[in-house]
């Protein structure tokens, strides 16, 4: 009986307090990797995690209590199980051949399939380094249907104008733009409800250049509209959740969400991105 009752009390945490309600993050974990320093496959500057941070990142994840979490920088299934656990979370990731990949832990309760990655945003697969696809998948739940797409984008291009900036890192960035409008003028073909986050490693605000090419397919919702990160000390967000469709209806108002780490000096955070989540109430 007390097996029973156990397994039942296992069963019942891993379905969402509300039937209808889903907490999604975006959370980039920054080089999750199993390797060691001086693996080839890493970067010079590239720091693997310690067992102790893996740890932490594991302890923020119980707390954090997403039912679906867009991760980045992560090294494979076997190394983001060590984060979130196989009893309560599925794991997808892209099938790039870079250690910095994307993908998701989707709560076990939660029915969903795996879609093609996106792989225009590596661009040129066969470059040295390639950058990272787009993980896609089409999540089921309460009677609704939603496509989400995690994404991590080129760095170093935070706030230049990309129509006058010729730098490579933005040069790369405004090539990533077509990528993105073709899977969300797709979504938009299919009348789907979709969400799109990440790490766009972009500062996007109502003038932004990026936002405003996107802006061109579809109208989006920005969960992070107006808002300032409280992560590390403060400043723009550079992780963002955009919301297409019927979703965009679905936001609930005032959910966005910053799960910061103790150290407010960020000398000790197991992560350089904190989780960003918010709150969907679906139809039904």
């Not at 119980?62 to 494979?76: M, N, T, Y």
């Not at 060590?82 to 794991?91: D, G, L």
């Not at 109208?219 to 919301?243: Q, V």
Request: aromatic share 4%; net charge positive; proline share 6%.
């Amino acid at each position: 009986m007390k097996r029973l009752l156990l397994a039942l009390a296992i069963l019942l945490s891993a379905i969402p307090a509300t039937a209808a309600e889903l907490k999604i993050t975006t959370w980039n974990l920054e080089w999750l990797t199993d390797r060691q320093t001086g693996d080839r496959a890493l970067p010079p500057d590239a720091r693997p995690k310690r067992a102790d941070e893996i740890a932490a990142l594991r302890r923020y994840a119980e707390k954090l209590d997403a039912d679906i979490i867009a991760i980045q920088e992560v090294d494979g299934e076997q190394v983001a199980a060590r984060v979130f656990p196989p009893e309560r979370y599925a794991v997808h990731m892209t099938r790039d051949r870079v250690v910095q990949r994307t993908g998701f832990a989707i709560r076990r309760a939660i029915a969903f399939t795996v879609n093609p990655d996106l792989v225009g945003l590596a661009l040129d697969l066969d470059a040295p380094h390639p950058l990272r696809s787009g993980a896609d998948v089409t999540v089921r739940h309460a009677g609704n249907v939603l496509r989400l797409l995690s994404i991590h984008l080129k760095t170093g291009c935070s706030r230049d104008p990309l129509s006058r900036s010729t730098r490579p890192q933005c040069e790369t960035l405004r090539a990533q733009i077509a990528p993105l409008q073709g899977w969300i003028a797709e979504r938009q073909r299919e009348l789907a409800p979709f969400v799109i986050l990440g790490d766009f490693n972009r500062q996007m605000d109502s003038r932004d250049q990026f936002l405003a090419a996107l802006l061109q397919t579809a109208p989006l919702a920005r969960a992070t509209e107006g808002k300032s990160s409280p992560c590390r000390g403060g400043g723009a967000f550079i992780d963002h959740i955009l919301l297409g469709g019927a979703a965009r209806g679905w936001l609930e108002r005032d959910s966005l969400r910053v799960l910061t780490y103790r150290d407010a000096a960020g000398r000790n955070d197991p992560s350089d991105h904190c989780p960003v989540s918010v709150r969907l109430h679906l139809p039904g």
